[in-house]
């Protein structure tokens, strides 16, 4: 992890503070640190007063962000601040204006902290059972108990989000969340109601709406579209647009025999080839992929006598079309680099 933060220091400022939040808690937790020095971390992090409530006994603890004891008043409290963390724990930002960027990992975290500090975690912190239910390798009745477990209802749409460790979220959403070890890295996947089509989080992939005993399909599918991702550009990828090539996809080996994707590969070896190919996948004419590539028809057509000529197919015409497209993305996600740890800006 240090060395992790050590790499993204020069990153997008919410993004590396997100991780030194995650890196602060999980610090503060192995020390078994009190519940003033948990409030003080996070009053320092957030930059405004922390606080906490315990109904039984009943004591309220406010610290700001220099490490001092406020006045022990609970005050009124937007609920955006405020987190109950379990049996009448409640833990809050004070914040004056709009929500910052890491107010909800700060108080996410906080409010573990608070749990594990209490000895209410280890009971009720079933993140874990996350990772069981995205296995397909897991007995589906063991999958639906662990969807349970982490509130999901049975019969009811879900969808999974897939995320790097170093994405920002300007907004997080709500729901079981856990990193899970995935053959590229460790990732960090999110549960929402399928009506959750669209996601800040960048980059970020959405996997399509299933019922809980199939959540590990949803997953597989967020998977590829984050891995479809082109930041700046594309931020975050809706698998619900690839319709069932998207399954296709997620369930094909990364390994498997592809003879359209070494054609596609020497078509993007010419300078204007990814420009034209992109264009040309998501056209149903010359004319219109030239508009999409910002050339003329005369332009595009000598392209095109080109790529004919490279894959032996004409992608306007039959099982072209779908030929390419599905070349082309395979293409795409064996040449994703979104994944890759952003490289550090210069210093000037």
Avoid: K
């Avoid at 993204?8 to 937790?29: H, N, Y």
């Avoid at 107010?103 to 993140?127: K, P, Q």
């Avoid at 390798?137 to 897939?162: F, H, K, M």
């Avoid at 056209?283 to 080109?306: C, D, F, I, N, P």
């Amino acid at each position: 992890m240090q060395e992790l933060l050590g790499r993204i220091a020069r990153l997008d400022p919410s993004a590396s503070l997100g991780l030194r939040v995650i890196a602060c808690f999980d610090e503060l937790m192995v020390g078994n640190v009190n519940t003033r020095a948990l409030l003080a971390a996070a009053a320092s992090l957030a930059g405004c007063i922390a606080g906490f409530h315990s109904e039984t006994p009943g004591r309220t603890v406010r610290i700001d962000p220099r490490g001092h004891h406020a006045d022990d008043i609970r005050p009124e409290v937007d609920p955006a601040f405020q987190q109950d963390v379990s049996d009448g724990l409640t833990v809050w930002l004070e914040r004056n204006g709009a929500r910052q960027p890491n107010d909800a990992i700060v108080l996410e975290r906080l409010a573990l902290a608070v749990r594990m500090r209490h000895g209410r975690g280890r009971e009720s912190d079933h993140r874990r059972d996350l990772s069981l239910l995205l296995d397909p390798e897991v007995d589906v009745q063991a999958r639906c108990v662990s969807a349970i477990t982490l509130g999901l209802r049975p019969g009811t749409r879900y969808r999974v989000v897939c995320a790097p460790l170093f994405a920002v979220w300007p907004e997080h959403p709500q729901g079981p969340e856990d990193v899970v070890a995935t053959r590229f890295g460790a990732i960090h996947a999110l549960v929402l109601p399928a009506s959750a089509h669209e996601v800040t989080a960048v980059p970020s992939g959405v996997g399509v709406a299933t019922e809980v005993e199939d959540l590990h399909h949803s997953f597989r599918t967020a998977l590829v579209a984050l891995r479809l991702c082109d930041p700046p550009a594309v931020g975050s990828v809706l698998a619900d647009d690839f319709g069932g090539l998207i399954g296709l996809l997620a369930d094909a080996p990364d390994s498997s025999f592809q003879p359209d994707v070494a054609l596609v590969d020497a078509v993007m070896a010419y300078a204007w080839g990814a420009e034209t190919l992109a264009s040309v996948v998501r056209s149903h004419s010359l004319r219109q992929a030239a508009r999409e590539a910002g050339v003329h028809h005369s332009t595009m057509q000598s392209r095109l006598e080109t790529v004919n000529a490279t894959l032996g197919f004409d992608p306007f015409e039959g099982y072209g079309r779908t030929r390419l497209g599905t070349a082309y993305l395979v293409w795409r996600l064996r040449h994703s680099r979104v994944l890759d740890l952003p490289a550090p800006t210069a210093t000037p």
